[in-house]
């Protein structure tokens, strides 16, 4: 008797997918919150937003990509994220409206979009449920789509628990 070690999953010819593994190495994100440039915290006051604008060091958010919001109900008119996303074009990588979690879908969407489907033509797929990364439901109906016209067959899950998603016929 063998005391070697098998990996059956590996032997099995199922392709494990886990999106966290594809998330790009060199994207940093980061936030910006104007409810920390609201007067009393209900309103802007262009004035006094303007100046704090000119003289904040924007350096900080060089080289990331930025989810810009404003987590209080308060009256922010439009033209107000319009002028930070001028001063963050200026340093960031890349500036959206919404939260972190809403960047992180969008980059991974766009990571969907690069996957090459050839890699996975009649492959059988388990898309790893348990990821480093908050993925949204949104993301995995993207890959869902991306998959099922060149796979075999889709699982979500863990090798040792999956759900069968799709089997083509």
């Given at each position: ?6 990996n ?8 494990q ?97 690069q ?54 016929r």
């Open positions: 008797m063998s005391d070697e070690i098998v059956r999953v590996e032997q099995s010819g199922l392709i997918l886990d999106l966290s593994k594809h998330w790009p190495s060199d994207v940093i994100v980061a936030e910006y919150d104007l409810a920390n440039d609201l007067w009393e915290g209900i309103a802007l006051k262009e004035k006094v937003f303007r100046t704090k604008l000119k003289e904040t060091d924007w350096k900080s958010y060089s080289n990331k990509h930025v989810a810009l919001f404003c987590s209080v109900d308060a009256i922010v008119p439009t033209w107000a994220y319009m002028l930070v996303t001028k001063y963050l074009n200026e340093c960031a990588d890349r500036v959206i409206f919404g939260r972190t979690k809403d960047l992180n879908n969008l980059i991974m969407k766009e990571v969907i979009e996957l090459d489907p050839s890699v996975y033509e009649n492959g059988r797929i388990i898309v790893k449920g348990c990821a480093n990364l908050e993925i949204d439901e949104s993301v995995y109906v993207e890959l869902m789509n991306k998959l099922q016209p060149v796979a075999r067959s889709i699982m979500f899950g863990e090798p040792c628990s999956t759900v069968p998603l799709y089997k083509k």
